[in-house]
Structure formats: C-alpha cells, structure tokens
C-alpha cells in the first residue's frame, strides 16, 4: 500500500472505497485478521466487520478460521483471505503460430495454462476470431461460468497504446494502428491489451514470486524485465520498466523497445556448430543444427549437455551486452530475467552478470539483483491475465 492519500467522496461512494480499500488489504496479505484491518485502516470495529460481512456476501472473501490471542489475552482474533474461486481471468501471449494462454483465480494462482501451436491469423479480423474461439475453448475445457470470468487480457510482442486498445505495431500481422478492443467486442467481459515484456512485468507482482516491487521494509522499487524470445529465425528483446512500482510505457509507449538486432537461434549455434562432436546430444545435430530449436537446445542443456550449456552462455552474453546501457541509464535494484531461456537460469544470469560487471560502474552493478521469473515461457500470459486484477484491485488516490 502507498501512503498517497485516498480521494475524498460523497457519504454514497465512501462505502464503495472503504470495500475496495479493505478487499485490497487482504488482497495484499493473503491472510489477514480484522483486528488488523482496523489498525491499518483506522476505521472503526463495526465499519470493518460489516464491510467484512458485505464482501462475504458478494463471495469475494472468506472465513479462515481464529488466529491466536495476544499475549494480553483478549478475544482471539477473526481471519480473512480471498475467496479464490470468487472469479478469474485470462491471459493470451500472443505470438506467430503460437498463442500461450492460461487461467488465474482471484488472488493469482494458476488454474490453467496452455500453448497452442496455431495459425494466428494474417489479418486483424482473423486474429481477433482465432482468440474469441481460443478464449471460449479455455472457459469451456476448464469449467468456468463466464459470469466469473473478470476480463481477457491480451499481449503482443509490439507498440501497444494500452488506453485506447491499439495495435500500433506488431510482427504478429502486418495490420497497424487497429483497434483489438473493438474486434473483441462480443466477448461478454473486460479486455485489456499491452506490450508483452509490459504484461510479464505486471505479472510479476501477481504470480507467485517473491515480489520485486517491495523490499524487506515495504519500500517501493525500481526493476527491469526482460524478456527474452530466441528460436529458429526470428529473435526479440523487450524491457518492461517499473518505476517506484509502477509501470513506465513512455510518451508513445514505446519504453524499453531498444530495437536491437539479436541472432536468430540459427546464427548463434553456427558459431560453435564445430564443437558439436563434444556435446553428449548435440553430437547427434552435427549435419543438422538447423533443425535444431529452442526446446531441443534447451532439454539437451538441462540433460548435461556442455555445448548447449555453452549456447546459452552466448544468449547470456548477448542479453548482457544488449540491456547494460539500459543497466547503466536506469540504475535499476532488480533485474528480472524471463521468457524460455530463464529456464537455464544459472547459466544465463551468470553470463549476464559476466557483462554488466564489465560494462557498468561497480556501484551500479553492485546495487543489482538479478534474478528469472519462475514462469518462463508463460510469464506473459500470466502477466496478461494479471492486468485484470492489477485493474481490479486498484484503489483511486490522489496524486
């Protein structure tokens, strides 16, 4: 929570704050007592309890039971959590011939993921049909009354103008400057749509990692993910930017797009391919590396194989040598590595470590943590769905 001052309302719309105020406290903790509440909020015991008895109504939030007293004695005090079924959302990476799609229940756990190795579209009619039917297979497969579900959130590798619903720019189709809001119209719910290396950023605060965004004392920081796509012939980098917390698109929402000229997985492996006959797998991919993709590479490197342990220590290297200036301008605390490759996350934070210490001032380096986002390849569908409830939980303050 910040300490910028909620908006003041008239006595009819205060109810609504003080709900929302209080679903996000427990939102924030997990598990939390009402004793609590009233100490945090400064409310009174009665306001806590039937704003309490009003969410539990709405099925938001449940019982969990007496925690214990205080060492004064005293009653022991009521505890809440949200109710995790109370709603969901989803979340679609979307990518060319690859849409990556997972669920969330209310506080952020995953109840389904899924990739699905499809034709997206050629035209932005397409895509938007593809992902309605990807959408209503996900809800059908998985259960879930669409009453429940909150919103779609929907990422792009790209220029997003996240306000208005625009696809400026993407390699997904060749379309620019179209609206996905109003293609997505007839979906009975919510639509959000953002850059990917911006939705895995977000995502970050809700899916189950220890979060970036606050320290040991509750402070407010500063982090960078990046998100890193090599496979067969196309590579990416994208920078999501948080800055005291929150999300920095830029002017045109254009923040950490670095444009840079990354190698093609092909590229990368034709530099060692001589050194093929001494990988205990990749021997096997002597006469044939293109076939080679960022799956296969990625199973014979956590099977031991050397070579491909030194392949990703490229893509480190090139990570590295990519998002120093970035390093350097932003002086950021956390480093948040994500997206397939984090998977060999020993050897990819290690070979960017490498450079940064070599790149960037020390004291600058030695303020920085680096770490991956243990969702990998979904962290942008997971991020994707986590803009609905970043949305949700939002509390208006004044600035």
Wanted: hydrophobic fraction near 45%; proline fraction near 3%; charged fraction near 25%.
């Amino acid at each position: 929570m910040t300490k910028e001052k909620l908006l003041s309302f008239h006595a009819g719309v205060v109810k609504d704050i003080n709900e929302q105020l209080v679903l996000k406290l427990i939102q924030e903790h997990e598990v939390i007592s009402s004793s609590e509440l009233v100490k945090i909020t400064g409310m009174r015991p009665s306001t806590i309890f039937n704003i309490l008895k009003e969410l539990s109504a709405k099925s938001f939030v449940s019982f969990h039971g007496k925690g214990e007293s205080t060492k004064k004695g005293g009653k022991k005090p009521y505890i809440w959590m949200l109710k995790k079924d109370a709603a969901y959302t989803i979340g679609l990476d979307i990518e060319v011939g690859e849409m990556t799609a997972v669920i969330l229940d209310f506080s952020g756990g995953i109840v389904a993921k899924k990739i699905l190795k499809i034709e997206t579209g050629h035209t932005a009619d397409e895509l938007a049909e593809n992902i309605i039917k990807v959408v209503s297979d996900i809800i059908l497969e998985n259960k879930i009354e669409t009453e429940k579900v909150l919103g779609l959130g929907v990422a792009f590798a790209g220029i997003v103008d996240c306000g208005r619903g625009l696809v400026i720019m993407s390699s997904v189709v060749p379309e620019m400057n179209f609206s996905l809001l109003e293609k997505l119209e007839s979906l009975p719910f919510r639509v959000l749509v953002e850059n990917n290396a911006n939705a895995a950023a977000v995502g970050l605060k809700w899916g189950g990692n220890e979060n970036p965004s606050t320290n040991l004392n509750g402070q407010r920081k500063n982090y960078l993910t990046i998100l890193v796509e090599i496979d067969t012939n196309v590579s990416g980098l994208g920078i999501g930017i948080v800055v005291n917390g929150e999300l920095y698109r830029g002017a045109s929402y254009c923040a950490g797009e670095l444009y840079p000229h990354l190698p093609t997985l092909n590229e990368i492996l034709s530099t060692i391919r001589s050194r093929f006959v001494e990988g205990s797998i990749l021997k096997n991919y002597v006469s044939a590396h293109e076939s080679l993709d960022i799956e296969t590479l990625l199973d014979a490197a956590k099977k031991g194989d050397e070579i491909a342990k030194l392949a990703f220590s490229k893509i480190g290297n090139i990570v590295g040598h990519t998002i120093a200036p970035a390093v350097a301008l932003l002086n950021p605390d956390t480093l948040i590595i994500t997206g397939i490759v984090s998977e060999l996350e020993e050897v990819i934070v290690d070979s960017v470590n490498r450079v940064l210490e070599m790149r960037v001032l020390s004291i600058t380096k030695n303020a920085l943590n680096i770490i991956v986002d243990k969702y990998h390849h979904y962290s942008v569908a997971v991020g994707a769905a986590s803009l609905i409830l970043e949305d949700f939980f939002r509390l208006p303050i004044k600035r």
